[in-house]
């Protein structure tokens, strides 16, 4: 029996393929735009030249990929890179069903890169078979059911033209009425007279049940690919199916479809989630970048995690501009309130400035406190949020101000001044969403003064 890789098919397509006799492995392979750099993520069961035919359809979701494991860049596997630019190797019959442009102006993906691609208007709706007097190895079989397939088109993403390799004919079959391609097949010559290699399809209303018509007029085509022909695999079709068994494919079919609108929801869920949490990644990284989005700067997210803890946080700098000009927050929790600096940076260590200003608008803040103070507030502490060393892991970072800069900590405390890392900041979000720590356990480790470390 052939062996077919359906890449970028769904499970209910290949339901519909296997309904009719021919069993199909599913795989992915998606576009090569440039944000992703070199890469052109992809995936296979097995190597793609132990595949007699390849079925590649270009539209597919972006959350697709998550359907399977050990998704590889398609440009490090050579084996299978290699496979798709020698076409006199396996796949030997390759079926692209081409939808809008998704990177490279060439079909790649498919297993045809001497095939061009250029993006086609709009609502392309009407097509012209292309009719050409008999040429010696055009397959008229072939030629006949791609013209019979235009009133199946669902829509045109793009137009196609072909650079011939020496060793292929590339006939057009549906034309646009200004000539652009838009349905072709390939052949090529044996001992026994043409032989098909490829066709190139628009999007169809079906493309599964599409790839189906394909490959049943192609069995007496291939008999080295689909030696089961001779074999009654007609019988295996559906409409020689008993009431029964098409009832239960019916259940499979549904079965497929409510596990795969479930499996849809969890990822998007899950994307919801990732977004939700990403400050507190983001806590490791962030900078007070300039050019970074206001709610992506290190201030935003440290002051969204204390108010994940559940901190009253207040921007003194909205609230009064002429006290102090430099604070970032007042973090306030029943009677405790800390001025709160928030500072980042890539390099090795914090600066030793940063200390000293939180202390001098300590004692600013504290002389305007009938401007700022919530009333119930009698004494100020200070607490300085740095990020430093931002740019390696957080188990290689150094704690702040040690070595020489050990006597910052004992002046810290001193000045009830807590030295928080986000570092630390980060182990303290995630044992609260772990359920380590309760929230207000969580607000207990950032009232301390000195050096602030959870273990």
């Known amino acids: 029996m052939a062996k077919i890789l359906l890449l970028n098919f769904s499970e209910s397509e290949a339901v519909i393929l296997s309904k009719s006799g021919y069993s199909a492995d599913r795989g992915f392979m998606g576009s090569d735009r440039k944000e992703q750099g070199e890469r052109i993520p992809f995936y296979a069961p097995h190597p793609l030249y132990e595949y007699d035919i390849l079925l590649y359809n270009s539209d597919h979701s972006p959350t697709f990929a998550n359907e399977f494991v050990g998704v590889q860049n398609l440009l490090s596997v050579e084996g299978c890179l290699d496979a798709l630019h020698n076409h006199n190797s396996p796949p030997h019959l390759r079926i692209s069903f081409v939808a809008d442009p998704i990177g490279l102006p060439l079909l790649l993906q498919g297993g045809l890169d001497f095939v061009r691609l250029s993006p086609a208007e709009q609502n392309v709706s009407m097509f012209l078979e292309h009719k050409r007097p008999a040429e010696a190895f055009a397959v008229p079989e072939v030629q006949r059911l791609v013209a019979s397939l235009k009133n199946n088109i669902a829509r045109v993403g793009q137009f196609f033209g072909c650079t011939e390799p020496s060793d292929l004919w590339h006939f057009p079959v549906l034309l646009t009425r200004n000539h652009h391609e838009v349905a072709a097949y390939g052949a090529s010559t044996s001992k026994d007279g043409p032989v098909p290699r490829y066709l190139v399809l628009p999007q169809m209303k079906n493309n599964a049940e599409t790839a189906v018509e394909i490959l049943q007029t192609l069995e007496?085509?291939?008999?080295?690919?689909?030696?089961?022909?001779?074999?009654?695999?007609?019988?295996?079709?559906?409409?020689?199916?008993?009431?029964?068994?098409?009832?239960?494919?019916?259940?499979?079919?549904?079965?497929?479809?409510?596990?795969?609108?479930?499996?849809?929801?969890?990822?998007?869920?899950?994307?919801?989630?990732?977004?939700?949490?990403?400050?507190?990644?983001?806590?490791?990284?962030?900078?007070?970048?300039?050019?970074?989005e206001p709610e992506r700067r290190l201030s935003a997210v440290v002051k969204k995690a204390l108010e994940f803890?559940?901190?009253?946080?207040?921007?003194?700098?909205?609230?009064?501009?002429?006290?102090?000009?430099?604070?970032?927050?007042?973090?306030?929790?029943?009677?405790?309130?800390?001025?709160?600096?928030?500072?980042?940076?890539?390099?090795?260590?914090?600066?030793?400035?940063?200390?000293?200003?939180?202390?001098?608008?300590m004692k600013t803040i504290f002389q305007r406190k009938t401007d700022i103070l919530p009333a119930e507030v009698t004494q100020v502490s200070g607490l300085l949020v740095l990020n430093f060393d931002c740019q390696r892991p957080p188990s290689n970072r150094a704690k702040a101000y040690t070595g020489e800069f050990e006597h910052i900590i004992g002046s810290a405390v001193e000045h009830e001044i807590g030295i928080l890392s986000t570092v630390e900041l980060h182990k303290i979000v995630v044992a609260v969403k772990n359920g380590v720590l309760s929230k207000e356990e969580a607000r207990s480790c950032l009232k301390k003064f000195g050096r602030i470390v959870y273990e």
């Open 309 to 361: 803890l559940e901190f009253r946080v207040e921007d003194i700098d909205q609230k009064t501009r002429t006290a102090i000009r430099k604070e970032d927050f007042g973090v306030s929790d029943g009677d405790f309130f800390a001025i709160t600096e928030v500072t980042g940076t890539v390099n090795t260590n914090p600066k030793v400035k940063e200390y000293h200003d939180i202390l001098g608008r």
């Open 220 to 292: 007496s085509l291939l008999p080295t690919l689909f030696p089961e022909s001779s074999k009654n695999l007609w019988l295996q079709r559906d409409k020689f199916k008993l009431p029964d068994e098409k009832a239960k494919d019916d259940e499979i079919e549904r079965k497929i479809a409510e596990a795969t609108a479930a499996i849809e929801k969890l990822h998007q869920e899950r994307e919801l989630l990732v977004l939700e949490n990403d400050f507190i990644r983001q806590l490791l990284v962030a900078t007070e970048d300039g050019k970074l």
